[in-house]
């Protein structure tokens, strides 16, 4: 069954700072990867959709990579706001199925 | 263009009770899926529907269905309900049930079990 694990799983961080958030998978045959943020008590919001045959994408501020081959995913967040405040959660599709599996997601904490 | 809406937002229910909440998804978009997501963990999957059919479910008891009506509105019913399905629950919607689509979710229901 697919794990996913995200590390840290809480950050805090000086408003300005460049951040990297982890994201990694048990199993590589996946369709695609998708990086959301979620408020307090909040739907989840998508940040960026990474299809399995890509390295990266961008996004602003957001710039998303995937190694599928090491079942590894970084969600890069430049130049951090206070309202980048929020827990980023990462999720894979896998081939065979169609249904997302998430991690625990990290908190960020964006101090100002 | 509306997103993803769920109703109700909030819900309070009684022990042993059911409970309905209804999903529509985005104009044009016809596979919906249902995640249950308790404090501190991520959403986890329930159901996939696509043009009305059950494409996927995730492990959860028979008190858990779904549906999807023609215009691919959807309902996620809870039987008998326990304590522990207090949760948020999230209703995504895409074009297609399977490949590369993008997923958005809406705002969620926040179920409590008293």
């Known amino acids: 069954k697919q794990e996913v694990t995200q590390i840290p799983a809480a950050l805090s961080v000086p408003e300005g700072e460049n951040l990297v958030l982890n994201c990694s998978f048990t199993?590589?045959?996946?369709?695609?990867l998708q990086w959301f943020r979620q408020d307090p008590g909040k739907g989840l919001t998508s940040l960026l959709l990474?299809?399995?045959?890509?390295r990266e994408q961008t996004s602003g501020r957001l710039n998303a990579s995937l190694d599928k081959s090491s079942g590894r995913s970084t969600l890069y967040i430049a130049a951090s706001q206070p309202g980048d405040s929020a827990t980023y959660l990462c999720?894979?599709?896998?081939?065979?199925?169609?249904?997302?599996?998430f991690g625990t997601g990290t908190s960020l904490t964006v101090i100002p | 263009d509306a997103g993803v809406t769920q109703s109700p937002t909030h819900l309070i229910k009684t022990r042993g009770q059911h409970v309905t909440l209804r999903c529509s998804p985005i104009?044009?978009?016809?596979?919906v899926s249902w995640y249950q997501q308790v404090l501190g963990q991520g959403p986890q999957f329930i159901f996939q529907?696509?043009?009305?059919?059950?494409?996927g479910r995730g492990n959860f008891p028979d008190r858990f269905s779904a549906r999807q009506f023609p215009n691919y509105s959807s309902e996620l019913n809870v039987n008998a309900l326990l304590l522990g399905d207090s949760a948020l629950y999230l209703c995504?919607?895409?074009?297609?049930?399977?490949?590369?689509?993008?997923?958005?979710f809406g705002q969620g229901t926040r179920l409590t079990v008293v």
């Open positions: 995504a919607s895409s074009l297609v049930w399977i490949g590369g689509t993008e997923a958005f």
């Open positions: 199993d590589s045959a996946i369709y695609n």
């Open positions: 990474i299809q399995s045959s890509q």
């Open positions: 999720a894979v599709r896998e081939s065979a199925g169609n249904q997302f599996y």
């Open positions: 104009s044009g978009h016809k596979s």
């Open positions: 529907y696509y043009e009305k059919e059950e494409r």
